[in-house]
């Protein structure tokens, strides 16, 4: 058997865009699916909640641009690939808001909830893994892991599993400041917060081995 197979060749651009898409549709199937959203995503919806003049996509994508900004401090080091980052950000939030209006009307028996947690559950795993390889800027959300992988020399399953886990506490407590009650977590967001930094890794260890994901526009790979 031979295993020096050559790598397939897959730009980095197209993993962005795929990235941008799943990470989009799990956020959203995860909401639906009312188990309990990932942890991350639970701040921005505890916020749509409380101030619902502003839409959940419109919170993420401000969610998301805190976390950066955080993170720029704390590393100290900026780099120009995050000016892309916040443009993706907010491209994000309307393709949120967009897979949510699709699916106001899917129906909610149990075993569709069940199916939209898992469906969304693997393509949030599989977006990570995308933004992680495909050599671009990407959303603050996955930067932000990414900048500890790269920069403290974090593992991927310690540095996104470390972001769940504090996102889920803020979440719980903005919850509790705001509303006086507990929304947006549930089993799902627990099984998310011990599971995705996991699942995720071994998704990119998968596809470090089997393709090559080198931007294709070059300025692209040095903005990062």
Not at 20 to 41: H, R, Y
Request: net charge positive; proline share 4%.
């Amino acid at each position: 058997m031979n295993n020096n197979k050559p790598k397939t060749r897959v730009a980095g651009e197209v993993l962005l865009v795929a990235a941008m898409l799943f990470n989009s549709l799990a956020v959203t199937l995860m909401i639906k699916a009312d188990f309990g959203i990932s942890p991350i995503s639970s701040i921005p919806y505890v916020l749509s909640v409380a101030f619902p003049a502003v839409s959940l996509g419109t919170w993420n994508a401000v969610m998301q641009c805190f976390w950066l900004l955080l993170t720029m401090l704390i590393i100290r080091k900026f780099k120009p690939g995050y000016l892309f980052s916040f443009v993706l950000a907010f491209i994000f939030g309307f393709l949120l808001d967009g897979w949510t209006g699709m699916m106001a009307d899917w129906p909610m028996a149990m075993a569709w909830r069940l199916a939209y947690y898992i469906i969304g559950f693997c393509f949030m795993a599989a977006g990570i893994a995308s933004f992680l390889l495909c050599g671009t800027p990407v959303l603050p959300y996955d930067a932000v892991p990414r900048a500890f992988v790269m920069e403290k020399r974090l593992s991927v399953r310690t540095a996104r599993t470390g972001f769940e886990v504090i996102s889920l506490v803020a979440s719980l407590s903005l919850s509790l400041l705001l509303l006086g009650r507990v929304i947006g977590i549930g089993v799902g967001t627990v099984v998310s917060a011990l599971f995705m930094g996991t699942l995720a890794s071994m998704v990119t260890k998968c596809m470090q081995q089997r393709l090559d994901t080198r931007p294709h526009f070059e300025v692209l790979g040095k903005l990062v």
